[in-house]
């Protein structure tokens, strides 16, 4: 169940990023070829390092990087964009590509279809093998917006799979004033 969960979440990675290249090259951007080639690195881990077990911590953050340099192309100045890091074991173990689809969703369904003051924070802290991950992306009100999406929902599985009940995943949805 594991493997068809990773298999599952690696094509809906593969399309949305497919999504923004595909924006930018409508516009003639002269990030599009840069954004192929970034792309292209992270389908290469994804195909090599993506079905491990494991990975050290060090190499899911420099995937999440990477895949926020390619977001950021997209964006520009639009987006305010922060991502604090605290970690005190770099080569911690981590299963792969679990933090990635909360980043991706940020993207998704906050900063692009957020208008104005467009920000995404995003926080990992990791302290005596305890990881803390927040995201944290402006949204715009989409009343009657029904998201049929399986990011979330394989990652919420991923979780129960590989961490049983030494895990907590905490999902607000909050309105700012």
Avoid: M, W
């Amino acid at each position: 169940e594991l493997n068809f969960l990773r298999a599952q979440i690696n094509p809906h990675f593969l399309f949305n990023t497919l999504h923004n290249i595909y924006g930018l090259s409508l516009k003639n951007s002269e990030q599009t070829s840069p954004s192929i080639l970034k792309l292209s690195e992270l389908l290469r881990f994804i195909l090599h390092d993506g079905t491990l077990q494991s990975i050290k911590l060090s190499e899911e953050v420099k995937i999440l990087e990477d895949y926020i340099e390619l977001e950021k192309l997209r964006y520009g100045g639009r987006l305010a964009f922060t991502f604090e890091k605290e970690i005190d074991d770099v080569n911690t173990s981590i299963s792969p590509l679990l933090l990635l689809p909360f980043i991706e969703n940020s993207f998704k369904h906050g900063a692009s279809e957020s208008r104005f003051n467009s920000y995404i924070h995003v926080r990992l802290k990791l302290v005596n093998k305890q990881l803390t991950f927040s995201v944290e992306n402006s949204k715009e009100n989409e009343a009657g917006k029904n998201d049929n999406g399986i990011g979330l929902k394989n990652i919420k599985r991923q979780l129960e799979l590989i961490y049983g009940n030494a895990h907590e995943l905490t999902i607000k949805e909050t309105t700012s004033s």
